[in-house]
Structure formats: C-alpha cells, structure tokens
C-alpha cells in the first residue's frame, strides 16, 4: 500500500483554501472570527483536513496531507 495521495481515495490532485471561523460564546455573537485555519482537500472524493494555520507555518502542509 502506497503512502502517497489522499488516504480516502488514492488521488493525488489536491488543493488547498483559508478559511476563518468564529469560536464560541460572545465571539460567536459578534461574528468574530479569530479561528484561522487552511483547509486541505482532495480534488476527486473531496476528503478534507483543517490545520491550524499558526501551527502549520514550519512546514508544507501538502507533505502533510499525502503523509510526506
């Protein structure tokens, strides 16, 4: 079994997208959105992983993903 692509689907076509969400409590009232993540997905089953985009600044997150 190969270790490369996307664990669901074997695929290797990925993308990737930031995306910004609220927490909870009065933050959630006041839309204030200061969970930031980068979402990263497989183009052909739409498998997805959220990293922490502060903890994942070292690295590719792409290696990551297709577990480089």
């Not at 290797?12 to 933050?27: H, Q, R």
């Not at 839309?31 to 985009?53: A, H, I, L, M, R």
């Not at 502060?54 to 577990?67: M, P, Q, T, W, Y």
Request: glycine share 14%; charged share 20%; with cysteine.
């Amino acid at each position: 079994m190969s270790s490369q692509g996307c664990i669901k689907c074997g695929s290797t076509d990925a993308g990737e997208k930031d995306v910004a969400m609220t927490g909870s409590g009065l933050s959630k009232m006041l839309d204030v959105q200061s969970n930031k993540f980068t979402v990263v997905f497989c183009k052909n089953c739409g498998y997805s992983e959220f990293y922490n985009k502060e903890a994942s600044k070292a690295g590719n997150i792409l290696d990551f993903f297709f577990g480089g």
